[in-house]
């Protein structure tokens, strides 16, 4: 965590914002070419159509169409690129990228993006990784496996009549009887074997598969309500729900991590950002009408 903080000091947001305006003006990934300024802020006409682009143009060609464009191709990917340069600068001089909320949002998306690249440099440690599993256990923990008999009984018939029948294979089954031989069929087979409790909630029911935890293993008890309809069951195994060790989850406990840490990132970030700014929120002047109205109609005069 101390590694995340260091980012978030003074001096990175210095680096954000050179970072961003280099990114946009500079051709991050296929973008447009350096964007030269002058003493007078304004944009010079020069474009420069570096190595370096026409290097990326190439390799994104290649990568396309498998294969190295001739060299009229390529003359039409620099041609293509002027083109998106020229309209580029031409947009921002009208305010075009300040009035679509598309281009805004993609610049946002743009600037989380060096974020993201920022807070995933670090690989976190195992120490970091089995620390994040303590503190948030419930997103590790392997389910209680469960292996059960049950006898199955249908309920689409008069509610009293199954809950008779249910009274008398319970005391069957109690006196020992044999299972197999009791209730109606089932198609998932009276024999479940041991199963995590996800995929018995699947078969047969959220509510039963809390249930079956509640039952107590080596008798006979019921009737836990389906999915299907009634079973009484006879737990023959459990297995508890355990935090596995780091090894069998560590790509996905990593994930995990450098998810959260780009995230706090990216929200402490923008609150840092966002102090050096003024917000203002204007009512709609529909909303400001109404308030006056109101305001009128509540006043003695």
Same mark, same amino acid.
């Given at each position: 965590?101390?590694?995340?903080?260091?980012?978030?000091?003074?001096?990175?947001?210095?680096?954000?914002?050179?970072?961003?305006?280099?990114?946009?003006?500079?051709?991050?990934?296929?973008?447009?070419?350096?964007?030269?300024?002058?003493?007078?802020?304004?944009?010079?006409?020069?474009?420069?159509?570096?190595?370096s682009n026409i290097d990326q143009l190439v390799e994104t060609f290649s990568k396309?169409?498998?294969?190295?464009?001739?060299?009229?191709?390529?003359?039409?990917?620099?041609?293509?690129?002027?083109?998106?340069?020229?309209?580029?600068?031409?947009?921002?001089?009208?305010?075009?990228?300040?009035?679509?909320?598309?281009?805004?949002?993609?610049?946002?998306?743009?600037?989380?993006?060096?974020?993201?690249?920022?807070?995933?440099?670090?690989?976190?440690?195992?120490?970091?990784?089995?620390?994040?599993?303590?503190?948030?256990?419930?997103?590790?923990?392997?389910?209680?496996?469960?292996?059960?008999?049950?006898?199955?009984?249908?309920?689409?018939?008069?509610?009293?009549?199954?809950?008779?029948? !249910?009274?008398?294979?319970? $005391?069957? *089954?109690?006196?020992? %009887? #044999?299972?197999?031989?009791?209730? @109606?069929?089932? =198609?998932?087979?009276?024999?479940?074997?041991?199963?995590?409790?996800?995929?018995?909630?699947?078969?047969?029911?959220?509510?039963?598969?809390?249930?079956?935890?509640e039952v107590q293993p080596g008798r006979w008890?019921?009737?836990?309500?389906?999915?299907?309809?009634?079973?009484?069951?006879?737990? !023959?195994?459990?297995?508890? $729900?355990? *935090?596995?060790?780091? %090894? #069998?989850?560590?790509?996905?406990? @990593?994930?995990? =991590?450098?998810?959260?840490?780009?995230?706090?990132?990216?929200?402490?970030?923008?609150?840092?950002?966002?102090?050096?700014?003024?917000?203002?929120?204007?009512?709609?002047?529909?909303?400001?009408?109404?308030?006056?109205?109101?305001?009128?109609?509540?006043?003695?005069?």
């Amino acid at each position: 965590m101390t590694t995340l903080l260091k980012f978030l000091k003074e001096p990175l947001l210095h680096f954000l914002l050179i970072g961003a305006g280099l990114f946009f003006l500079s051709g991050y990934g296929n973008g447009p070419a350096p964007m030269q300024t002058g003493q007078t802020g304004e944009s010079s006409t020069e474009i420069v159509v570096t190595g370096s682009n026409i290097d990326q143009l190439v390799e994104t060609f290649s990568k396309t169409w498998q294969r190295e464009p001739t060299q009229k191709e390529e003359a039409g990917l620099i041609e293509t690129f002027i083109r998106d340069e020229i309209y580029y600068r031409q947009a921002r001089a009208m305010g075009l990228d300040r009035q679509d909320p598309v281009i805004r949002r993609r610049m946002r998306q743009q600037m989380e993006f060096i974020f993201e690249d920022i807070s995933s440099q670090d690989e976190p440690t195992d120490a970091e990784l089995s620390t994040f599993m303590l503190e948030n256990p419930e997103r590790y923990l392997i389910d209680p496996q469960v292996s059960f008999l049950h006898v199955y009984i249908r309920t689409d018939g008069a509610a009293a009549q199954a809950g008779n029948e !249910t009274v008398r294979l319970l $005391s069957l *089954l109690q006196e020992g %009887a #044999e299972p197999s031989t009791l209730g @109606a069929p089932f =198609l998932l087979g009276n024999d479940i074997r041991l199963s995590p409790l996800w995929e018995i909630s699947n078969r047969f029911g959220d509510d039963f598969g809390r249930r079956l935890l509640e039952v107590q293993p080596g008798r006979w008890e019921g009737p836990l309500p389906s999915a299907y309809g009634l079973h009484l069951v006879f737990i !023959t195994d459990v297995k508890e $729900s355990r *935090l596995p060790p780091l %090894a #069998e989850v560590r790509e996905v406990v @990593a994930r995990d =991590l450098m998810r959260m840490r780009q995230q706090m990132l990216k929200d402490e970030t923008y609150a840092k950002l966002k102090e050096k700014y003024t917000v203002v929120i204007e009512q709609p002047q529909e909303v400001v009408a109404n308030t006056a109205a109101e305001a009128a109609m509540e006043s003695p005069n």
